[in-house]
């Protein structure tokens, strides 16, 4: 998912309009669940704005040869291009629930398809079934915030890693949400104490976090 939104929501004055709230909400839903005309012109704004935060993300992941490894909320599939780029060994799953996400990663990402090397699935991460204990690693860009709450998602990765597994997610600050103005109907702002604290409730250990233009958390099974 991205953040950096194709037309600046600031750009709309704060007075009581129900249209401007609408056009407010509709835009930032595309960085939710891209559709449409729209949801084009938002992915190739998620390619922009999260190539070096996917770059940052992957690096502290610390992938190893053999790891089988989950993204939650693929996007247009930059992320898993990049893995399957640095390690040729590695298996890579992830789960979207925009149709249009699962065409544009699919495209992108046809040739480690076809040699079995990522497995894309469309549905709702809460909701479609899947096997627990089979991922070292799981991770998610700028996904949090569409979570209405933390611990149903935040168990379910728990449950989905081996022991030793690892759980890394980026982040943007409520600040910068705020700055954005992206609306409170869209984003759920967590503070990074919040999101620290369900981790641990869901049975996460060795929580860690820096901030560098956002967010980078890890945390183990």
Not at 82 to 93: A, E, N, P, S
Not at 123 to 149: H, S
Request: aromatic fraction near 14%; proline fraction near 3%; hydrophobic fraction near 40%.
């Amino acid at each position: 998912m991205g953040l950096k939104f194709p037309i600046s929501l600031n750009a709309f004055p704060d007075f009581n309009n129900q249209t401007v709230h609408m056009f407010r909400n509709f835009i930032a839903g595309q960085f939710k669940k891209p559709t449409g005309l729209f949801g084009n012109f938002s992915s190739r704004v998620m390619v922009k704005g999260n190539s070096n935060r996917y770059s940052t993300l992957i690096k502290d992941l610390e992938i190893l040869p053999e790891d089988k490894i989950l993204e939650i909320g693929y996007g247009p599939g930059i992320g898993i291009q990049m893995i399957t780029r640095l390690c040729q060994t590695c298996t890579v799953h992830g789960i979207d629930f925009s149709k249009l996400m699962f065409k544009k990663a699919g495209k992108l990402n046809k040739l480690a398809i076809d040699q079995s090397k990522v497995q894309l699935f469309l549905g709702d991460y809460l909701k479609i079934a899947i096997d627990q204990n089979q991922y070292d690693k799981i991770f998610c860009l700028n996904v949090i915030y569409f979570w209405d709450e933390l611990s149903n998602p935040l168990q379910k990765t728990h449950a989905l890693l081996k022991t030793g597994g690892l759980f890394h997610i980026f982040m943007a600050s409520a600040n910068f949400l705020n700055e954005k103005k992206a609306p409170d109907t869209v984003f759920n702002k967590y503070s990074i104490e919040q999101v620290v604290d369900a981790l641990n409730s869901a049975g996460f250990t060795q929580v860690e976090h820096y901030f560098n233009k956002g967010y980078y958390i890890k945390a183990k099974k």
